[in-house]
């Protein structure tokens, strides 16, 4: 089937329909995409969107037509996990167990970072690449390990691309990922409600319902949203085959994506992937509603504070020094 074939299947088949917050209308997932290269510039959007522009070949019409992740029925979820789970082995021959483990009751994650403790050495990033099916070609991740002079808090102007050894004397390392805020600006600004915050305070997003536009990584203020610019290369034998539908599972070109606390591994008694491999022990992650966990611990006892407090997104994460 060619792209075009693609194209006449969807405008013949009947659309999900949508409230857009934003628009106030009611739309579907393709009148928000035009909407979206209204307000970009048809050239700025076309660039950014261009391979959901027409349909590509590598989605399927099942796929496209797919309702919103959140009016599914337990009985659709499982067909979707069934058909991505056949996609994968026909495109990568790797056989894989897409689940969603919800929210566990009561619980809302938090992490913290020991500033004091972390040298810069990246193992958390190169954890997340693996462990989340990042694409290999860039060599992704969702943190970026920042370099700054001591004495200085300034994250805008942290070295991310330092390639020396570490820890340097007049230096220290402050690693960032998503801070699953509590008021996040990147759910509020999405058109088509891709991403939401879930009860356990992880901001997710639905790489089936994500139009592209990338709104969310511009709202972002610490730079924690990654877009998919390629269809993403991973070697069959380093793909993860435990993966989560709102989390590791290889997410499609033209989408957006971000840390997600491995939601796969977290909600079902397991540590993020980043803080197994930090040889720091620099992280701490745990509930915050339970006054005996790590978590809690450090905030009770240490200095906490979180990156750009002033713009009131509230963080769920935490940055803090031995002294
Ligand atoms: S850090 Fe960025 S991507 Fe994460 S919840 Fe906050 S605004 Fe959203
Ligand atoms: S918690 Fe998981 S997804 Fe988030 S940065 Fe760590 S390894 Fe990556």
Request: one cysteine or more.
């Amino acid at each position: 089937m060619t792209a075009d074939d693609n194209a006449d299947l969807h405008q013949s088949s009947p659309e999900p329909s949508r409230l857009l917050p934003i628009l106030n209308q009611p739309a579907t997932r393709r009148t928000a995409l035009k909407a979206a290269g209204a307000a970009l510039g048809l050239a700025a959007f076309g660039k950014a969107v261009s391979p959901l522009w027409s349909i590509p070949e590598n989605v399927s019409v099942d796929e496209f037509l797919q309702q919103h992740y959140k009016e599914l029925s337990d009985t659709d979820k499982q067909k979707v996990f069934a058909r991505l789970e056949s996609e994968t082995q026909q495109k990568l021959g790797v056989e894989i167990t897409i689940s969603d483990p919800p929210p566990i009751p009561g619980v809302r994650y938090g992490y913290a970072i020991n500033l004091s403790k972390c040298n810069g050495n990246g193992a958390c990033m190169e954890a997340c690449n693996k462990e989340n099916n990042h694409h290999r070609g860039v060599q992704q991740s969702y943190i970026r390990v920042l370099e700054l002079p001591k004495g200085t808090m300034d994250m805008e102007a942290g070295n991310t691309t330092y390639d020396h050894t570490v820890p340097q004397d007049d230096k220290y390392y402050m690693p960032v990922q998503c801070q699953q805020c509590d008021n996040p600006p990147c759910v509020t600004v999405c058109p088509v409600e891709a991403t939401w915050k879930e009860e356990d305070g992880i901001v997710v997003v639905d790489y089936n319902w994500c139009i592209g536009c990338r709104y969310c990584e511009a709202a972002c203020p610490y730079h924690a949203r990654r877009f998919n610019w390629e269809e993403p290369e991973i070697p069959s034998d380093e793909i993860n085959p435990d993966q989560g539908y709102l989390s590791n599972r290889v997410r499609p070109q033209g989408t957006m994506e971000k840390c997600h606390f491995c939601l796969h591994r977290t909600r079902e008694g397991r540590l993020p992937a980043c803080l197994e491999a930090c040889p720091t022990g620099a992280r701490v992650f745990g509930d915050l509603n339970d006054p005996e966990s790590n978590i809690n611990w450090v905030l009770q006892n240490k200095r906490v504070f979180v990156l750009k407090e002033e713009l009131g997104t509230q963080p769920s994460f935490f940055y803090f020094f031995d002294s």
